[in-house]
């Protein structure tokens, strides 16, 4: 098969576009004898391009005109390793209305305008391709795309941020979570400003992509329950580790009956359940469909070379799907409903803080059996008088327990406050523990 | 789009190929409107088409003529799940030398006979995938040829026999190997005949195409060094145990220098080691590469629907990308050596038997310091009159630890027979444990 020659554009020149630069050089020709392609980077679009660069390219690449890419109809296909929705979103917007192909790493931009780049790339004939968009080197897009079309994935669990994965097992070692945080900012793990990933909205972004592929229904980033781990305190941890769990942040998306529910937030994990084990910055991902039980993915979340390995797969598939409609089009074909989220079922784990006195667990025991939530654990630990409460429930609805709490906050012997963590149990698709 | 209409064929109509009926059946829809592609299966393959069948097919889709298939060239795609290398060899170069394409789920005929079907395929432009002949649903195929090409994978460690994994998993819960195959076979996890699996052929075939599609080059079968699960007994389970470890029937491939090592046999593995975890008739397989880092796939890794499901994201995959030359080709393009078996560096672990006399541990050190192996972790335990050790060495080549207990056994002070495992350490690109 003769090689064929494909220039490529890239938007932005920063750690990952010097990565995709440096693997479509270094590995050109692996990538020829696999595909038949070799890919050039013929432009870059920077704000400046006097900035000294590790692995620049050759003279003339580098442009600050971004008309020079957008204006070049010979650019088979951009690549977007810019980040944020402003300009990347309407750069993106006119290469693929006027037929080009375009790879994305940006999360935020997938999440918050699918929909409209999607509807460009489909009337023009265009591909659009994410994978870097979510963990990275992790292939979980084309994977669900292409190897699982046919297995009615129905239940997403991940852990999607690996700055947050990274604080809660430095709190797990011991540290607390400011000492855990300004660890993982001297390592480069988190940002000077944190919020995106402590606070959730990074994984939330990730969330929305993913169960928008796995259910072919869109899943707007207004419908994830976002909770961060802001709040996570080495109590917690502790408390995790006596019932021989972890705490981890976990995105959760489940499909049922048409409807869909994905949140994000602070769970505790038994401890023999994959998810449990995976530490630091790495992030895993567990699918479950129909014909294929439970498959997880597993790899490094971030990283400028991780990220550019994804950009350039993509790019792969682009050029060895041109011209044959696969995969072309919006992974979108159903209308699924949001279920309310109170309606999500769970086993919990209760911390409650009352009076060490009598009769006080039966007024306990009645507000929650109210409420249909039944108690799995208990351990009752007396501190000054109080009596702090660890209790795993069995499977209860969030919105149930949510009222048997306040409930128990409004008794005179309530002290402190009431908290309600979920709970992921041991693997197995028929007990993992959220329904 | 409008929808294409595509004519599939199976070869065998077993539990694999009425799965796969039943998916495309089920999952059209779905198919279609990620595709734009219609697949229909219209012919199968069996030799008595008056069984009773379970999703049995509408009438005339049975055929006991290999000509009714062979002869067809209206068939697009023909699936091949009837297993064994004859008939289904022969069959399969016939269809791909006349330029229809094959997925096939049959480890054994492309472990043996890849080069020669790729080379057919090759000179007709037909396509050769073979995703659901390694670890049934888990995409480790499409994610090293699509999705890594551009990151050099070096290693591949992965559990991809389910009846080995069962059994020792069921070791670990205290059966004696009998007990646990046993169980097995009365699962269903395991054949009547169970020697294929339980003495690492399966293994071996799969590590054979895992190392193949990974390094690019040809890894025959005959390269692959194998060790059943026979020899296993209660007490390295408990061994392992004892050191924090579990004993996991692994099948590992390096390249280094040019040179490949593959093997499968019998190691220890870390508990706080992603495999560790993995349990049960699961499967599970991490890969390691320059820009990726390490990812893990993990799932299923034999059933009939889940083998199903590979087929049919093979299906496609072929039908979004005919035309394009996309992974039609061989995915060799190198010609690597293989590395002398007693080369392959790890830890060890030692179990060595002794007369429980003064100077003795002295000779051993020796033995095991004259070749270079030093020891990390030693337990001596006493037992009548006799002393067992259990040793754990540093990184160590094969080669001189079987010259170390080779000397060991030769000593006059030596029982019963001395033993090495190797032992796969905590996780970590830098530390897996074997180099």
């Known amino acids: 098969m003769p090689s064929v020659d494909v220039p490529v554009a890239l938007l932005g020149y920063g750690t990952v576009g010097a990565s995709v630069h440096r693997l479509l050089e270094e590995q050109g020709d692996e990538i020829e004898r696999a595909t038949g392609h070799r890919l050039r980077v013929v432009r870059a679009l920077v704000r400046d391009a006097d900035k000294e660069r590790r692995f620049a390219p050759a003279t003339g690449v580098l442009t600050t005109d971004p008309a020079d890419v957008l204006g070049d109809s010979s650019l088979a296909i951009v690549a977007e390793v810019m980040g944020g929705v402003e300009p990347a979103g309407p750069y993106v917007l006119e290469l693929l209305a006027s037929g080009r192909s375009v790879v994305t790493a940006n999360k935020q931009l997938v999440a918050r305008r699918g929909a409209e780049l999607f509807a460009a790339a489909a009337s023009s004939g265009a591909q659009l391709r994410f994978e870097a968009s979510?963990?990275?080197?992790?292939?979980?897009?084309?994977?669900?795309?292409?190897?699982?079309?046919?297995?009615?994935?129905?239940?997403?669990?991940?852990?999607?941020?690996?700055?947050?994965?990274?604080?809660?097992?430095?709190?797990?070692?011991?540290?607390?979570?400011?000492?855990?945080?300004?660890?993982?900012?001297?390592?480069?793990?988190?940002?000077?400003?944190?919020?995106?990933?402590?606070?959730?909205?990074?994984?939330?972004?990730?969330?929305?992509?993913?169960?928008?592929?796995?259910?072919?229904?869109?899943?707007?980033?207004?419908?994830?329950?976002?909770?961060g781990i802001e709040g996570v305190t080495q109590e917690h941890v502790r408390a995790a580790r006596a019932l021989d769990m972890r705490v981890k942040l976990l995105a959760r998306a489940t499909l049922?009956?048409?409807?869909?529910?994905?949140?994000?937030?602070?769970?505790?994990?038994?401890?023999?359940?994959?998810?449990?084990?995976?530490?630091?910055?790495?992030?895993?991902?567990?699918?479950?469909?129909?014909?294929?039980?439970?498959?997880?993915?597993?790899?490094?979340?971030?990283?400028?070379?991780?990220?550019?390995?994804?950009?350039?797969?993509?790019?792969?598939?682009?050029?060895?799907?041109?011209?044959?409609?696969?995969?072309?089009?919006?992974?979108?074909?159903?209308?699924?409903?949001?279920?309310?989220?109170?309606?999500?079922?769970?086993?919990?784990?209760?911390?409650?803080?009352?009076?060490?006195?009598?009769?006080?667990?039966?007024?306990?025991?009645?507000?929650?059996?109210?409420?249909?939530?039944?108690?799995?654990?208990?351990?009752?630990?007396?501190v000054d008088g109080h009596a702090t409460l660890h209790v795993v429930t069995h499977e209860a609805p969030a919105g149930r327990v949510d009222r048997a709490l306040a409930a128990i906050r409004a008794l005179p012997e309530s002290r402190g406050d009431a908290i309600a963590i979920p709970v992921v149990s041991q693997r197995g698709v028929e007990n993992l523990g959220w329904a």
């Open 134 to 227: 979510v963990c990275a080197a992790i292939p979980v897009i084309k994977v669900l795309r292409e190897s699982l079309v046919s297995t009615n994935v129905h239940k997403i669990v991940g852990i999607v941020n690996g700055t947050t994965n990274f604080v809660l097992s430095a709190m797990d070692e011991g540290r607390t979570y400011a000492q855990a945080l300004a660890e993982a900012q001297e390592l480069g793990y988190a940002e000077a400003d944190p919020t995106d990933d402590v606070g959730g909205g990074d994984a939330a972004a990730k969330l929305a992509i993913l169960s928008t592929v796995a259910f072919g229904s869109r899943v707007p980033l207004e419908w994830v329950a976002v909770e």
């Open 256 to 382: 049922a009956d048409g409807r869909v529910d994905a949140r994000v937030g602070p769970a505790f994990v038994d401890v023999r359940h994959p998810l449990a084990a995976v530490e630091g910055p790495f992030n895993a991902v567990m699918l479950q469909g129909d014909a294929i039980r439970e498959i997880t993915l597993e790899g490094p979340g971030a990283g400028g070379i991780e990220t550019a390995s994804a950009v350039v797969a993509d790019l792969v598939s682009i050029v060895g799907t041109t011209g044959t409609g696969f995969l072309q089009d919006d992974p979108v074909w159903h209308e699924l409903e949001r279920l309310p989220p109170g309606d999500l079922a769970s086993p919990w784990y209760l911390r409650l803080e009352v009076e060490d006195r009598a009769g006080v667990l039966e007024r306990l025991a009645h507000e929650l059996a109210s409420e249909g939530v039944s108690v799995a654990r208990l351990v009752q630990q007396p």
